[in-house]
């Protein structure tokens, strides 16, 4: 069974940074789609970045240059790297194993707080 572990989060002034990980159990990391999501008080879930098995990134709003997806496949983990953190980046950070039609599984979720 797939299991996702995420760590990294806490608390951090405006302009600071964060590396969230997550770690995945299993043998089919390698070749799942990896993604990192978001979501704020009263707000959606959504997207921040994704990659794929081949480590091509997609970034799915103005975080490109603010944040930056990696992953290492050898460690089956994925790296969500956020720099010049804002207030607005506040929320719980989930992460994403997409392998379709058969894997779409979540993470627990780890809060990012940022503020004075």
């Known amino acids: 069974q797939v299991q996702l572990v995420e760590s990294g989060g806490g608390s951090v002034q405006p302009g600071g940074s964060l590396r969230l990980s997550c770690a995945a159990s299993g043998d089919i990391f390698r070749i799942s789609t990896m993604g990192w999501y978001r979501q704020a008080p009263g707000k959606m879930r959504e997207l921040v970045a994704n990659?794929?098995?081949?480590?091509?990134?997609n970034y799915a709003g103005s975080w490109e240059g603010r944040f930056t997806i990696s992953r290492d496949n050898a460690e089956n983990t994925v790296y969500l790297q956020m720099n010049s953190l804002n207030t607005e980046d506040t929320a719980v950070y989930y992460c994403?194993?997409?392998?379709?039609?058969?894997?779409?599984?979540w993470g627990q979720g780890t809060q990012v707080t940022v503020s004075l």
């Open positions: 990659i794929d098995s081949s480590g091509r990134a």
């Open positions: 994403n194993l997409r392998l379709r039609p058969l894997y779409d599984l």
